[in-house]
C-alpha cells in the first residue's frame, strides 16, 4: 500500500491538526475527521493487512473547520441567518442555505490552513505522481453513525488534479455543510448545526473510469436477510451508482458459505447500464472559460463551476454482459464480510455495511473508497403475525361473489376483468384480478395484484398456490365472478372469515393487528414451509420455522427460466422459428443454450437454500403435468397431448425416459452445483409422483449418473407419498429412500378417486375424509417402522387445525406449512403437545 510520507502524531496534536492522514485515524476519531474519513482509516490500519485495498490520502479537520469558521466570525452571521429558519417552508430553507453556503464560499482560508493543504496534496502526489488525480470528499462529525448515516448530504468532487483546484474543492465541500438537504437532515435527526463540523477527505482516485464501480451491502436492502451481500456494478466512474442515474447489474453473495471456501454466488441480474461517467480529458477543461454548470451528469456537483467528468453512452456489447466476473463478484463479497465483521466488533453488536468500491483500470484492482453503517434494515424491529378484521360501523353488506378463502387477509382495489391471457397487459399494479382461471402465463400480473378471483379451482388450483406464495388474497372457485363483476368497480376483498372468501361492494374499512413474535412456543414436532418463490425466501426466513418442506422447482422454471429445458438442448432443431427467435433473446448470454437453464435454476434453489440455511430445504424435482410443459416456450414441440396429464407422465415417470431424462440431467446438475460448489448441503432432493420402488431406483441411478450419489457429501433422497402404492408399499420404498413427505392434495385425489381441478366435484374434496386419514396413519407407521423421516407438504394441515392436531397424534415428524399458516399452526401443535399448559 502506498502511503505519503509523515510523521505519527501524539493525541494532543491530533486534537489540533489542521490536517491528519487516513492512517493517522480510526473509527475513534469521527469527532476529529467526521465518518467518512475515520472508517476509512480504520479500514487502512486494520483490515489493509486482510487484504483489502483502500486508497491512501488525508482528511482536513474538524478543528480545521472550526478555525476557519471562527477566525472570519461567520458562528454570529449563520446563527442570525437561522434564527428564522423553517425547514417545512420550502423557500425559506432554500434561501436561508444559499445565503449561508454564499456567505463561507466568500470568505477565503486562513492562509496557514491553505499551506496545509498544499503541502499534504504534494506530498500525496510525491508518493503516487506529480498532478496526481483525486476525490475530495464531505465528511462531516455527524456522519456514517449506525442510526443516521447522513450519506450524500455534502458534496463531492472527483477528478480533481493541482493544488489550487484542490483548495478550491475543499472550500466547496466546507460549504456544503449548508446544502439545503444537510440542513433539514440535521433538523429532522436533532443534530445542532453548530455542534457538527466538516472534514475534507482527499484520496487517490481510483481509475474506475476506465473500469466499473458500484455499490455493495453486507445485508439484503430489502428484506433485512443478514446472510447475503448484495452487490451492484456499472461502467465508470461510481457517481451514477450512487446517485441512481443508472441501472446496474446485481449480484447477491450468500456470507456463511463463502467465508468457507465455496463459491455462492446466488443471483446474477444484467442492468441495463446505459451510461458511465468518465474524466474529461485536459484538453476539455478550460478552467478560465467554464462556466456555472447545474447538469446532474457531472460529477462536480450543481454548485461547481467546472466540468471535471462527462456522462458518455456505453457500448451495446458491453450493456448485454455483466461487469464483474464471477471471481470480482467473490472478492467483493469477502471483503464485505471482513469489513462487517470487523465493525461489527467495534461496535460491541452486529453492524451491516453500506460500501462504495471500484475498479481502476490500469492495475485492474479491485479497491474499497468507503464503508458506513447501513441505516434502514439493521434500525427494524422484529417480526409481527398480523391478522385482519372488517371494522364497518354500518351493516355490511351483502357479498358481490363468494368462493373458497385462500389466505387470510383483506384488500381493496379496482377490478379488472381479464379473461384472456393475451389481454394482460391491460392490467394496472394493485387491481384487482378476476379471471375464469389462471396458470403460469398468469403470474407476471398475479404479482402486481392486490387480490384475486377466478371462476374455477378449488383450493390446490394455480392461482390458489401462486396467491399463498405472494401472500395475495385470493377467492377460487367463485363460478361467475366475471360476468357479476364490472371492470373498475370498486370492491373489498375478504378472505379473514373462515374458509369462505367474500368481494363486498365499495371499499370497507379494515384493520390490521399485529402480535409480536417474541415468545413463541417452539414445538417437538417440527414446523417447516412450503416456498416456491425464491424471491420472496429472504422475508420468509423470518417466520419462525424449522426450514422448507417444499421448495417448487415448477415455480423457478415457469417465472425465472421460462423456456422448456428440451427447446434448449435442441435450440438449433427447433421448427417454430418465432419461438427460436424468443429463446435467443432470453438467453443472449449463452452460447451454450442448456447452462442458462442450470443456472437460473441453480440461482432459484439456492436462494431459498440460503435463506434457511443451515436447516434442511427439501427441493422437490419438476412436477410440471405434459400440458403445463407445454406452455413453456418450444414446449408444444416435445410434450405428447394427453387426455388426463394429472394420470400420465409426470414425476419420475419422465426422469428416466428418453423423452425427458436429457432434461432431468440438467436439474441434477442444478441441484449438484448448488450443494457442491455453493456449499448450500442443505438441500435435499426429493422426487414426485414416483409410482414403484423399481422406478425409484431407476431415478436415483439417473441422479447417480449426473454426479448425485446417494449417500455422497451426506445426499439424501427423499419421495413423495401422494400415491396409494407409496403407502401400501411404504417399507419397500423406505429401502430405496431417505424420508417420505406426504402430498395430501394427491393423495386424496386418487384416494377418493376425483379430479381436484373438476369445479364439479370439488364439494367432495376433503383431506379429512376417514379413508385419507387412514391412509397417512398408515404412512406414518410404516416410516416409523423403518426408521425414515416423514413429513407432511400439502394443504391440509395449514387449512384445517384439527388435521393438523391428527398428524401430531399420529407422531409425524414435520408439519410443511403455507407461510402464511405457520403462526397459527404453529399455536395450534403446541397446544396439541402441551395440553396442561
Not at 191 to 209: I, P, W
Not at 223 to 248: C, H, M, R, S, W
Request: glycine residues 6%; hydrophobic residues 40%.
Amino acid at each position: 500500500m502506498v502511503t505519503a510520507s509523515h510523521q505519527p502524531l501524539s493525541s494532543l496534536s491530533k486534537e489540533q491538526s489542521l490536517i491528519l492522514w487516513f492512517d493517522e485515524v480510526g473509527i475513534k476519531d469521527i469527532h476529529l475527521v467526521g465518518g467518512k474519513n475515520a472508517s476509512l482509516g480504520e479500514m487502512i490500519q486494520q483490515l489493509t493487512p486482510k487484504g483489502v485495498n483502500v486508497p491512501m490520502g488525508f482528511a482536513t479537520t474538524a478543528y480545521a473547520y472550526r478555525y476557519f469558521i471562527q477566525s472570519a466570525g461567520l458562528e454570529i452571521k449563520l446563527r442570525q441567518l437561522f434564527a428564522d429558519l423553517n425547514v417545512d417552508d420550502v423557500n425559506n430553507l432554500r434561501e436561508r442555505g444559499e445565503k449561508a453556503r454564499s456567505l463561507l464560499l466568500h470568505t477565503p482560508f486562513p492562509e496557514d490552513l491553505r499551506q496545509a493543504i498544499a503541502q499534504a496534496y504534494e506530498s500525496l502526489c510525491n508518493k503516487y505522481q506529480t498532478q496526481t488525480d483525486v476525490a475530495v470528499r464531505s465528511s462531516a462529525t455527524a456522519e456514517d453513525l449506525p442510526d443516521a448515516s447522513f450519506a450524500g448530504q455534502q458534496e463531492t468532487y472527483l477528478n480533481i488534479v493541482g493544488v489550487d483546484e484542490v483548495i478550491t474543492a475543499c472550500h466547496k465541500c466546507f460549504a456544503s455543510i449548508f446544502t439545503d438537504r444537510a440542513i433539514s437532515y440535521r433538523h429532522t435527526k436533532g443534530f445542532d448545526h453548530f455542534n457538527v463540523a466538516l472534514s475534507v477527505g482527499v484520496q487517490k482516485m481510483v481509475r474506475s473510469d476506465l473500469a466499473t464501480s458500484g455499490v455493495m451491502f453486507s445485508i439484503d436492502t430489502e428484506t433485512g436477510f443478514k446472510d447475503a451481500a448484495l452487490i451492484t456494478a456499472a461502467y465508470g466512474l461510481g457517481e451514477n451508482v450512487v446517485q441512481g442515474a443508472v441501472n446496474p447489474d446485481e449480484y447477491v453473495v450468500f456470507k456463511p458459505t463463502l467465508k468457507t471456501g465455496f463459491r455462492p454466488i446466488l443471483d446474477k441480474k444484467l442492468g441495463s447500464k446505459e451510461i458511465k461517467m468518465i474524466y474529461v480529458s485536459a484538453s476539455e477543461i478550460d478552467l478560465v472559460a467554464c462556466a456555472a454548470d447545474n447538469a446532474h451528469t457531472l460529477t462536480v456537483k450543481s454548485d461547481d463551476n467546472c466540468k471535471l467528468t462527462k456522462n458518455v453512452p456505453v457500448a451495446e456489447s458491453d450493456r448485454t454482459q455483466f461487469a464483474l466476473n464471477d471471481a470480482e463478484i467473490l472478492q467483493l463479497g469477502h471483503w464485505a464480510c471482513v469489513i462487517e465483521d470487523h465493525y461489527s466488533q467495534v461496535h460491541g453488536n452486529y453492524t451491516p455495511m453500506d460500501i462504495e468500491w471500484a475498479k481502476d483500470g490500469i492495475s485492474n484492482q479491485l479497491f474499497i473508497v468507503q464503508a458506513r453503517p447501513e441505516t434502514v434494515q439493521s434500525q427494524k424491529k422484529g417480526n409481527v403475525l398480523r391478522s385482519y378484521r372488517l371494522v364497518s360501523s354500518k351493516e355490511t353488506p351483502l357479498p358481490l361473489v363468494t368462493g373458497r378463502a385462500i389466505g387470510e387477509a383483506i384488500s381493496q382495489g379496482k377490478v379488472s376483468v381479464i379473461v384472456d391471457v393475451h389481454n394482460i397487459d391491460k392490467f394496472q399494479p394493485g387491481d384487482v384480478l378476476v379471471t375464469e382461471r389462471t396458470d403460469p402465463d398468469w403470474e407476471p400480473i398475479m404479482k402486481r395484484a392486490s387480490a384475486i378471483i377466478t371462476n374455477a379451482g378449488g383450493r390446490t388450483c394455480h392461482a390458489a398456490i401462486i396467491a399463498r406464495e405472494l401472500g395475495v388474497p385470493a377467492i377460487v372457485g367463485c363460478g361467475n365472478a366475471t360476468q357479476v363483476l364490472q371492470n373498475g368497480q370498486e370492491v373489498t376483498v375478504s378472505c379473514a372469515e373462515g374458509e369462505d372468501g367474500k368481494v363486498y361492494p365499495g371499499l370497507l374499512p379494515f384493520e390490521v393487528k399485529e402480535v409480536p413474535l417474541e415468545n413463541l412456543p417452539r414445538t417437538r414436532t417440527q414446523i417447516l414451509m412450503n416456498v416456491g418463490n425464491p424471491q420472496e425466501a429472504f422475508s420468509l426466513s423470518a417466520i419462525p420455522n424449522d426450514g422448507v418442506g417444499l421448495a417448487r422447482t415448477e415455480f423457478i422454471i415457469a417465472n425465472q427460466i421460462q423456456i422448456h429445458p428440451m427447446a434448449l438442448i435442441h435450440y438449433n432443431q427447433l421448427q417454430d422459428e418465432k419461438v427460436k427467435i424468443q429463446i435467443a433473446e432470453i438467453t443472449a448470454l449463452y452460447h451454450h443454450k442448456p447452462q442458462y437453464f442450470v443456472d437460473k435454476l441453480a440461482q432459484g434453489i439456492a436462494r431459498i437454500a440460503a435463506a434457511f440455511y443451515p436447516k434442511p430445504v427439501i427441493v422437490r424435482m419438476s412436477d410440471f403435468k405434459s400440458n403445463e410443459y407445454a406452455n413453456l416456450l418450444g414446449g408444444k414441440q416435445f410434450e405428447p397431448g394427453e387426455e388426463n396429464p394429472m394420470l400420465g407422465w409426470r414425476g419420475a415417470a419422465r426422469y428416466y425416459d428418453e423423452g425427458y431424462k436429457a432434461a432431468f440431467a440438467l436439474e441434477c446438475q442444478a441441484i449438484k452445483r448448488v450443494r457442491d460448489e455453493m456449499g448450500l448441503t442443505n438441500v435435499i432432493p426429493m422426487i414426485p409422483f414416483c409410482r414403484t420402488p423399481e422406478e425409484g431406483r431407476l431415478v436415483l441411478a439417473e441422479m447417480a449418473k449426473n454426479g448425485l450419489q446417494q449417500g455422497i457429501n451426506n445426499l439424501q433422497v427423499y419421495v413423495m407419498c401422494e400415491l396409494p402404492s407409496n403407502v401400501i408399499l411404504a417399507e419397500e420404498f423406505a429401502d430405496v429412500f431417505d424420508g417420505f413427505s406426504i402430498g395430501s392434495n394427491d393423495l386424496t385425489q386418487l384416494t377418493l378417486g376425483l379430479d381436484r381441478d373438476s369445479a364439479l366435484v370439488a364439494r367432495l374434496f376433503d383431506e379429512r375424509s376417514p379413508a385419507v386419514k387412514q391412509m397417512v396413519k398408515m404412512a406414518i407407521e410404516a416410516a416409523k417402522k423403518r426408521h425414515r423421516k416423514i413429513g407432511i407438504c400439502g394443504q391440509a394441515p395449514s387449512d384445517y387445525p384439527e388435521f393438523a392436531q391428527f398428524l401430531v397424534e399420529q407422531g409425524i415428524d414435520s408439519i410443511s406449512l403455507n407461510p402464511d399458516s405457520v403462526l397459527k399452526t404453529m399455536l395450534e401443535i403446541a397446544k396439541v403437545e402441551n395440553p396442561e399448559s
